[in-house]
């Protein structure tokens, strides 16, 4: 007569698996590679969308992702519909953009190493001027390359009148740290220079701006929105999530405190600051791209 099916397991059959698949591992690390394409909105890829999905609604697949980002050297700031899988790479990251090199690479002069840190600094502090700003997930920044030129040069008189009140030494070494060399710099640089067919010189202060603003743009941070006032742009989803990353900075916070009016056509001035007198500068407050 001829046995039935077992009724129970086999001794020695490999049980069900419980864990996640080969296929998860490679769901998990095409997420991540999605992340790493900043400029790839999720709304305009359906696998990008589906991932996403998957992440918010199955712990274990978001586990997987955020464990292969990990073993990549990159942070994951958020996952969800609007930043997609926002990333930042670690120090020791093979995906790592120092800073540091784009300064380089953009200047062998450390003068105009130093410009391009301020102008990155202005351009966070004037896309979100409050922290409410940046605590509003629906917030957009706008700012524009003049606006930023216009606002470093206010904050520069500003300090300059700080120090001539304070006595002051009005000329430093151009290394030394912090907004108050900063401002010996900037204000000392031409605008816009001019050539001869009256393009803007890269080395003025609106080329560095536009240079950093270009370079923002094609990590995904900004989106240029017109060619006003020497270029237009809005904030991304991923830059706010950058800016709230160094928010606690000491040169931001510096900058920051010298009183921006928020706007929203990319423009900025500075208000009084009501205790002037008793508002000092962060200790030690070193800009990027400082060495």
């Not at 999720?42 to 589906?50: H, L, N, Q, T, V």
């Not at 524009?144 to 009005?170: I, M, P, S």
């Not at 050539?195 to 900004?222: E, M, P, Q, Y």
């Not at 706007?263 to 060495?291: C, I, K, N, R």
Request: hydrophobic share 45%.
């Amino acid at each position: 007569m001829p046995l039935g099916p077992p009724s129970g397991p086999i001794s020695g059959a490999m049980p069900a698996a419980t864990g996640p698949t080969p296929a998860d591992a490679a769901d998990a690390a095409r997420l991540v590679s999605f992340g790493l394409q900043p400029k790839l909105p999720p709304s305009r890829d359906a696998e990008y969308a589906e991932l996403l999905r998957r992440y918010r609604e199955e712990p274990a697949f978001a586990r997987l992702a955020d464990a292969v980002a990990t073993g990549l050297g990159l942070v994951v700031l958020e996952v969800s519909p609007r930043a997609g899988m926002a990333v930042a790479a670690a120090e020791d990251s093979v995906f790592a953009v120092r800073m540091g090199d784009y300064a380089r690479r953009a200047s062998a002069d450390s003068a105009d190493r130093f410009l391009h840190g301020l102008a990155h600094l202005a351009v966070a502090a004037l896309a979100f001027p409050r922290p409410e700003d940046l605590a509003d997930d629906g917030y957009i920044g706008r700012i524009t390359v003049n606006g930023v030129d216009a606002f470093v040069r206010q904050a520069c008189r500003r300090l300059e009148e700080r120090a001539e009140e304070h006595g002051e030494n009005t000329d430093p070494a151009s290394d030394s740290p912090g907004l108050e060399a900063a401002w010996r710099i900037y204000a000392r640089r031409s605008a816009t220079g001019a050539t001869k067919d009256a393009r803007r010189l890269a080395g003025s202060t609106t080329g560095i701006i536009a240079k950093a603003v270009a370079f923002l743009t094609d990590s995904g941070f900004l989106q240029r929105t017109g060619d006003d006032s020497g270029g237009a742009y809005r904030t991304t989803a991923r830059y706010q999530l950058q800016v709230r990353d160094m928010a606690g900075t000491a040169a931001l916070a510096e900058l920051l405190e010298l009183g921006v009016v928020p706007v929203t056509d990319g423009s900025a001035t500075l208000l009084p600051a009501p205790d002037a007198d008793d508002l000092e500068l962060a200790a030690d407050a070193g800009l990027p791209f400082h060495s």
